[in-house]
């Protein structure tokens, strides 16, 4: 099993792309070129990071780090995937999450932030690639993608570092009318079933007791989230990627009824 700094390496590189601004809708709202350079220094026992923000009318900026250990709120998995965030949330309080996947000479990237009311505020999708990647850009997502059965593998990560659980994931996803799609998914001797309404290139999920939605966005991704978060209540943060048209990954970083963060989860999934 690979430490976490290893996995952290598979990260190294110039990711060219952009920061695309949505708002809680999934509309989009700023886009800004950038290049992100981690560097591995001292036998890559340092990673030299810069962000570099290339805005139309603008001088570059740069963000400048470097460290040589990983903070508490982050978690990788030997593919490179990670995610990272708040690692409690409470009310009147900023929250929010960064997840992160790396197929062959891409990343995908994306930011949920909540305000001090705990609604959605904004969404931010990141997608890069490497200097000489010839990988084109997936298209946006759509339901008819997302509809089928999918048959899943997934690792989950513990904030404690404590073994790895893996398991089997049953996804299996219907469209009822022109309005609404019903989804259940099965993991771990549980099932849980839901309901959503379609919205353009929304899935709003109302009759749970937190409102919760996946956008579909450009690239293959998507973005699944509370709109409102509130007290007493499970919930988790998710971003989704289709790599190919029956292959996908997802990661979900979740939070218990306080508001604790409790672990991470990867998930392939193939159509079956």
């Known amino acids: ?69 990983l903070n508490t709120t982050i978690l990788f998995f030997e593919n490179g995937a990670f995610s990272q965030g708040s690692m409690q949330w409470a009310p009147y309080s900023n929250f929010g999450g960064e997840f992160g996947l790396i197929e062959s000479d891409r990343r995908l990237r994306m930011v949920q932030l909540y305000n001090t009311s705990s609604q959605l505020d904004r969404v931010v999708l990141i997608r ?32 404690d570092l ?54 579909m966005l450009s690239d293959g991704a998507s973005c699944n989230c509370p709109l409102e978060i509130k007290s007493g209540h499970n919930f988790v943060l998710e971003m989704g990627w289709l790599l190919e048209p029956n292959l996908r990954q997802r990661i979900i970083r979740s939070y218990n009824d306080k508001g604790n963060w409790v672990n991470c989860t990867l998930v392939t999934e193939k159509k079956i």
């Not at 590189?13 to 695309?20: A, H, I, N």
């Not at 850009?137 to 008819?144: A, D, N, V």
């Open 1 to 69: 099993m690979l430490s976490q700094w290893d996995c952290l390496l598979k990260n190294l590189g110039e990711w060219q792309g952009s920061f695309t601004r949505l708002s809680p809708q999934g509309e989009e709202t700023e886009d800004t070129p950038t290049i992100v350079t981690l560097e591995g220094k001292n036998n890559n026992k340092t990673v030299h990071q810069v962000v570099r923000y290339l805005p139309a009318n603008e001088p570059p900026r740069d963000l400048v780090l470097e460290y040589s250990s």
């Open 128 to 159: 890069e690639k490497l200097p000489n990647s010839n990988t084109p850009e997936r298209p946006p997502l759509t339901i008819e993608q997302l509809l089928g059965q999918w048959q899943g593998e997934a690792v989950t990560m513990y904030r």
């Open 162 to 215: 404590r073994n790895p659980d893996t398991f089997t994931t049953h996804l299996k996803i219907e469209q009822q009318d022109s309005s609404h799609i019903s989804q259940q998914l099965s993991f771990n001797n549980q099932t849980v079933t839901s309901q959503a309404r379609i919205e353009n290139s929304r899935l709003l999920f109302e009759s749970g007791s937190l409102p919760i939605q996946i956008l």
